[in-house]
């Protein structure tokens, strides 16, 4: 069989996510299941390699610009990927030579005919592999919007609203911690006992997986040297579910007692719904709803493998107004669309397509879908109102809102003492960099 070759797989999907064809989480995902039979380190080059060159794209177009007399904006999409994957190679990877990142550009160029650039590719590769340490960057101090958008990749609306919101110092901490690596996260199931606990980890260890423990969260783990989530011992056994620390917080902030009825209105792929579920264990219902066949088949994927009962996955728009379950539920989740922002560490195409128009679209939206399904809350129900961003229009004020238009009040917080504590009297705000997890949002409201 012929040798599969790593860098022409990674240049097809960054030619496909760069015309936003594909989200790159998922197409990535779909491209190492297809090639499974790569070695794991393989797979591991080229996870690496194209969420490496998305992550840093604005950077790496930087840097082309000052050794490429034509400019980054003007070229062929072709060159264009192949020019960020390979100065990806020679600024951020040191297991590959610089020889080796110019020659296979090379190679590349030639073999999808563009043998008339081939000079151009690896001139400007060689400049910047001999000059890499005399580049130079935006300074701080002269800019600071500047600076944050090259050093940290991020669009400068972005970095502005940020800064913004948070500060200098913290906006720097947060674009760090979305650009350092991110461990998966597993919940082990609530029915486990602590021996049965014990025989999980032991099996992780067997096959060579590190993992670290989160003080207060007895049954949630990081885990490290993991060949894909469905390899992992007691995964496909319905032992385990992955889930940020972020959203595990949700359930851990839900107490089961008298609760009988619960839905989660914007669901997929269902891993709160499951979280309150097993906290039933087996008893009263939990409605899991979303837009889609495609979603709910998520939700029913992880109902099915960790053998819950007690949830009831369901295809639901939820500007749609249910008169059949007003007033029905115990425990509304809200966990709305959004910008997405906490999460553009692992999503990392998020901050390229997001526009600033669109964050009013979605604060529209989230309000809609509030209007439209408050009334299934039980009078002194709770509603848990959640997003994975971290821009105060979608959180804090939404929850200013909330308070003020419908007849709900904020219930107390818990959060490990391990994590950072930010005070805010409209809920509770995480933030990559400063706590250990995805940027989150997330308040527990009474109806009154």
Not at 261 to 271: I, L, Q, R, W
Not at 287 to 297: G, M, N, P, S, W
Not at 402 to 409: G, M, Q, R, S
Request: net charge neutral.
């Amino acid at each position: 069989m012929a040798k599969t070759d790593t860098r022409e797989l990674v240049l097809q999907m960054l030619l496909d996510i760069f015309a936003e064809k594909e989200y790159s989480h998922v197409l990535i995902r779909a491209v190492l299941d297809k090639y499974d039979y790569l070695s794991l380190s393989e797979k591991a080059f080229m996870k690496r390699l194209t969420e490496g060159t998305l992550e840093r794209q604005i950077q790496l177009d930087y840097v082309i610009n000052q050794f490429s007399k034509v400019p980054v904006h003007k070229m062929k999409p072709f060159i264009r990927a192949l020019l960020r994957m390979s100065v990806y190679q020679i600024l951020f990877m040191d297991s590959v030579p610089d020889s080796a990142a110019c020659n296979e550009a090379v190679k590349l160029a030639t073999a999808h005919k563009f043998s008339s650039l081939k000079g151009f590719v690896n001139g400007v590769l060689r400049n910047i592999a001999r000059n890499r340490d005399s580049i130079s960057y935006p300074k701080k101090e002269e800019n600071m919007t500047t600076y944050c958008s090259v050093a940290y990749s991020m669009p400068e609306w972005i970095v502005e609203k940020l800064l913004q919101t948070y500060g200098e110092k913290d906006t720097e901490t947060i674009l760090q911690g979305l650009l350092e690596e991110h461990p998966v996260t597993v919940r082990l199931a609530e029915r486990l006992t602590e021996a049965e606990q014990k025989a999980v980890l032991e099996k992780w260890q067997q096959t060579g997986i590190s993992w670290k423990a989160f003080p207060d969260l007895p049954k949630v783990f990081a885990l490290q040297k993991t060949e894909g989530v469905t390899k992992l011992p007691g995964f496909m056994e319905g032992l385990l579910t992955v889930q940020d620390v972020s959203s595990i917080l949700v359930g851990e902030n839900l107490s089961a007692d008298g609760v009988t009825h619960v839905m989660d209105v914007c669901s997929a792929p269902g891993g709160k719904a499951c979280h309150i579920a097993e906290k039933l264990q087996g008893t009263g219902t939990v409605i899991a709803r979303d837009l889609t066949d495609y979603k709910v088949e998520r939700i029913q994927e992880n109902t099915g493998r960790l053998g819950l009962t007690n949830v009831d996955p369901q295809v639901w728009d939820a500007l749609k107004f249910d008169e059949t379950k007003k007033e029905w539920a115990d425990i509304l989740l809200c966990d709305l669309p959004c910008s997405g922002f906490g999460v553009m560490g692992k999503k990392r195409d998020i901050k390229y397509r997001a526009k600033a128009n669109q964050v009013e679209e979605i604060v529209a939206l989230q309000k809609k879908i509030l209007q439209t399904v408050w009334p299934y809350v039980k009078k002194g129900g709770i509603l848990l109102y959640s997003t994975c961003t971290i821009l105060p229009e979608e959180n804090q004020e939404m929850v200013q809102w909330i308070v003020k238009e419908l007849p709900f009040t904020i219930e107390k917080m818990w959060l490990p003492d391990t994590f950072a504590k930010r005070e805010d009297t409209w809920g509770t705000q995480l933030l990559p960099g400063i706590h250990p997890c995805d940027g989150f949002f997330f308040c527990k409201l009474r109806r009154v």
